[in-house]
């Protein structure tokens, strides 16, 4: 038995390809492997004079078929239940097919496959040939494929034999009209609501500075003609490559199209199981879920799309050696210290082998601790050039399980590759919004490439910024040093966020970059050689921190960190939580490049707080507050493992290891945040205010409290007053209201607070207690209020930070105003008369003098005196007066 037969889901193409094979094999029966688009089923359906004998797969008898002629498909996977028979000993196949070749095509002893835009255009060729003439119908059937595959013959992919075709055909009595209905019709409200959700959820990938549209749907019923949408999609919106994957039912259908030579949908598609050219493909996946191929496929994009990659773009340096001649419990130490899974043993600058934690872990079970690590180094490895293409390197890590690739110059050490960072370049980091922003649904930031961070600096950053950027890798070029922008700065960039305090980094002497680039531009140096950092001061006093790689090591929980030189990527293992890793390059030919090693773009997507190791509260657990600080400043989620090893450290006494200085400046930066109440309350939740004091809480009086105080000091800035008042102890105030003067004198012994802030906290908090219920006592009688020189009196003595703590205790409106008359009107009175004054009137010097001065100043905030003559007349008045001890002044 002859079978004809063609790929799922059939489109115009297969049915006409499929009469016209039945010219060639009359004989043959036809039959569909599955399911036909919507718009043929309405064909079939609608168009009676265009019946042919097609039969029904359960009415062949598969192992009887002899001949298996093959139409728009050489696919096993594509062609249903002929699949099996496709490959089976004895079944000879013919293929007729437009496909560009791939791995995994079916081989035919008979093949007629061209590159043009329709397999009719592949049989019209055959008929011209071989004297063959359609009649009318079977060239009306095949203009509909023809048409179909070549967008009426407007696809980039229609070829010259496309328009050779469609003469033949039209010569044969093709009917236009007829086309012409089949092809244009309306859709219907099932593939309206997909359109409008694929328009929703189109983002853009850019894959190695090619921009990839992909939109994805998913719907429980199936809905037809997902090509025909893809047009409308890629036609209103103008695009030039994009790939749409919708769920229906259990399966998940995906349709590529590309106007674009580098992104060739037909090998992208190909990996999903379908197939097609490169400008256009379709496949259906079974057994996984529209989110495993939209992650699966931004992988595969990552491949299809993609220069060459070389040992030097992934390899880290300098690679941390250990000498042959290290003990087993020493290297044991060694990789622990540096969170390393692997080290090579060097000597006289020879790799002679690598070591494992695993193999020393091993050893070290055995009783093996005091010999000598080498004795049992892996001696037999495979090592890579810094050309050595990502392929070879995936077979060498990947194929021959070699954890660790040292990479060599002229046999020397220049840097290594870990399957830690084969991984991280082969794993896809998630899709970004079409202007990178985070889109509605939870999408959000992804795998950026340089372009797009080109375009980011170019954006939000200041002109004198952008140069300085670019002039810190000009000169890291002319002194060989690799050079990065890291740290929040990155974070803010990557989340839109105004953030000028650069941080730079230097794979090499940091200090000495740092000082090459002041002799440029005049400007100075402070350095530390301890710990290989530097600050670079502009003559404005504009700053930049300058750091060499280095990586930090904690010989107890809570201690202070060892620091020593290592590579970027230990610096930024570093760093406190994952969306502080990423790091920019700034060197000339890979300005802006994006490095990413831990997943923080992954978090910057999912706004997750996470710690890059579950000893990070260990080492140290100042970072609790650090975690609460971002979280709440940036509207993240501290993520949950790291919210239960915060609980783990509270609960195992690890903060109780913190010193007073440390904990206070993390306090001090919570509250210095625009509104720090959500990071205080959370806090509270987290149980970290008793810390600071046992007795401290957040009740429910304090978010009210906190609130006041916003208020207050947005007000104060506002006024320009010129005198300066910082925020951080205004909420301070606030935090500890509660808590009597021993419980504060004792909370300052504790955290070390500053000489300048103690009189604040212990001295002006006690006096102004005594205000406050003086202030509330005024204001409940409501009769009479204050004399201004009473409300003059009545604050004098304190900062300003103490008179806002008061507006945010007061809940009486009137209370405050008389605190806002005091900061805007009578704070800045003075009396005319001074000390010299007082002399030339007869006034013998003296503790006197205060007490008048004092007076002048209260009579003329009351407007008792207005000028200098009332205030000299004053004076001679209390001068005539008598004093306490009888006798006139």
């Known amino acids: ?40 089923r309405e064909f079939f359906l609608k168009s009676a004079s265009y019946a042919y004998a097609f039969k029904r797969i359960k009415d062949i008898d598969l ?16 062609i249903g239940p002929f699949g099996e028979v496709a490959q089976r000993q004895g079944v000879e196949l013919h293929i007729f097919d437009h496909h560009p070749g791939g791995e995994g095509n079916l081989k035919g002893s008979v093949e007629h496959i061209e590159p043009v835009g329709s397999t009719v255009t592949v049989f019209c060729r055959l008929f011209q040939e071989r004297g063959i003439h359609p009649t009318s119908d079977e060239a009306t059937l095949m203009m509909l494929g023809l048409y179909e595959d ?13 328009y050779h075709a469609a003469a033949f055909l039209l010569e044969h009595g093709a009917h236009l009209d007829a086309v012409a209905d089949f092809l244009t019709y309306e859709m219907t409200a099932e593939q309206v609501s997909l359109l409008h959700e694929l328009i929703a959820s189109r983002i853009v990938l850019n894959v190695h500075g090619f921009d990839v549209s992909i939109a994805h749907a998913s719907t429980e019923n199936f809905v037809g003609d997902l090509a025909v949408l893809t047009h409308k999609l890629r036609d209103m919106e103008n695009l030039r490559a994009l790939i749409v994957a919708v769920r229906m039912g259990d399966r998940v259908f995906m349709v590529g199209r590309s106007r674009l030579p580098e992104v060739h949908v037909g090998e992208i598609l190909a990996e999903f199981g379908g197939g097609g050219h490169a400008f256009a493909a379709s496949a259906a996946v079974r057994g996984q879920t529209l989110v495993q191929v939209l992650e699966r496929l931004n992988s595969v994009l990552q491949r299809h799309v993609n220069p060459r990659v070389e040992a030097r773009h992934l390899m880290s340096y300098p690679v941390k050696t250990v000498s042959p001649r290290a003990t087993i419990e020493e290297v044991r130490a060694f990789l622990t210290r540096y969170n390393i899974n692997a080290a090579p043993v060097v000597e006289d600058g020879r790799v002679l082998g690598i070591l494992t934690r695993q193999m020393m872990e091993k050893a070290a079970h055995h009783g093996l601790g005091e010999v000598a690590a080498a004795e049992y180094m892996e001696s037999d490895f495979a090592t890579a050039v810094p050309s050595t293409p990502v392929e070879e390197l995936q077979e060498l890590i990947v194929g021959r399980n070699q954890r660790f690739v040292p990479v060599l110059s002229d046999s020397h ?105 002041a002799r440029e531009h005049a400007c100075r140096v402070r350095s530390h050689q301890k710990f290989g950092t530097a600050v670079i001061v502009f003559p404005d006093d504009f700053k930049v921190d300058v750091a060499s790689t280095r990586v930090e090591y904690y010989l107890e929980p809570a201690a202070l960190p060892t620091v020593e030189t290592a590579s970027l990527k230990l610096d930024l293992y570093r760093r406190d939580f994952t969306i502080n890793t990423l790091a920019i390059i700034l060197n000339g030919g890979r300005f802006g490049e994006l490095l990413d090693f831990f997943g923080g773009l992954r978090d910057l997507r999912e706004k997750a707080i996470r710690v890059l190791h579950n000893l990070s509260f260990v080492e140290d657990p100042t970072r609790v507050f650090r975690a609460v600080r971002f979280e709440q400043r940036l509207g993240f989620q501290i993520g949950k493992q790291t919210e239960h090893l915060i609980r783990s ?134 009769k009479k209020r204050p004399l201004d020189s009473e409300i003059h009196q009545w604050l004098q003595p304190f900062d300003t930070e103490i008179l806002l703590y008061l507006m945010a205790l007061l809940e009486s409106e009137e209370a405050r105003s008389w605190i806002s008359l005091y900061v805007t009107r009578l704070r800045g009175q003075k009396s005319l008369l001074g000390g010299g004054d007082l002399r030339s009137l007869g006034v013998p010097p003296g503790p006197r003098y205060r007490e008048i001065l004092q007076q002048l100043l209260l009579a003329r905030i009351d407007g008792k005196v207005v000028s200098r003559e009332d205030e000299v007349d004053l004076v001679r008045r209390k001068m005539a007066r008598p004093n306490r001890s009888g006798t006139t002044p």
């Not at 078929?65 to 696919?75: S, Y």
Request: aromatic share 8%; charged share 30%.
């Open 63 to 78: 192992a009887a078929i002899k001949r298996l002629i093959l139409v728009d498909v050489r696919q096993a996977e594509r």
């Open 150 to 162: 070549t967008g009426n013959l407007m696809f980039s992919s229609t070829t010259v034999a496309d």
């Open 413 to 517: 050490l220049v840097g290594a590759i870990t399957r830690t960072d084969l991984l991280r370049y082969m794993v896809d980091r998630g899709p970004r919004g079409e202007q990178g922003r985070e889109p509605d649904g939870g999408r959000g930031l992804t795998d950026l490439k340089k372009r797009e961070v080109v375009r980011m600096i170019r954006e939000q950053l200041p002109t004198r910024v952008r140069g300085l950027l670019e002039d810190f890798g000009r000169i890291g070029d002319a002194l060989g040093l690799k050079v990065f922008a890291v740290g929040g700065f990155v974070r803010d960039l990557l989340l839109e966020e105004p953030n000028l305090d650069l941080d730079i980094v230097v794979e090499g002497d940091g200090i000495a970059f740092a000082e090459a680039f």
């Open 649 to 782: 450290a509270v609960r195992m006494g690890f903060l109780d290891r913190i010193g007073g200085p440390r904990l206070l400046n993390e306090i001090i930066h919570i509250l210095e945040e625009a509104r720090p109440f959500p990071a205080v309350e959370r806090l509270g939740r987290l149980d970290l205010l008793k810390f600071l004091h046992p007795g401290l809480e957040v009740d429910e009086d304090c978010g009210e409290v906190f609130e006041r105080a916003d208020r207050a000091l947005n007000w104060y800035e506002l006024l320009y007053t010129g005198l300066p008042c910082r925020r951080w102890p205004v909420y301070f105030l606030c935090l500890i209201r509660d808590l009597d003067d021993d419980a504060v004198l004792g909370m300052c012994e504790r955290l070390a607070v500053p000489g300048r802030w103690r009189p604040l906290f212990i001295e002006q908090r006690h006096l102004a207690r005594a205000t406050l219920r003086q202030l509330l006592a005024c204001a409940k009688r409501r």
């Open 1 to 40: 038995m002859d079978v004809i037969t063609t790929h799922i889901n059939a489109d115009f193409d297969c049915l006409g390809g499929m009469i016209a094979a039945k010219k060639l094999y009359p004989r043959a029966e036809m039959a569909f492997a599955g399911a036909q688009e919507r718009s043929l």
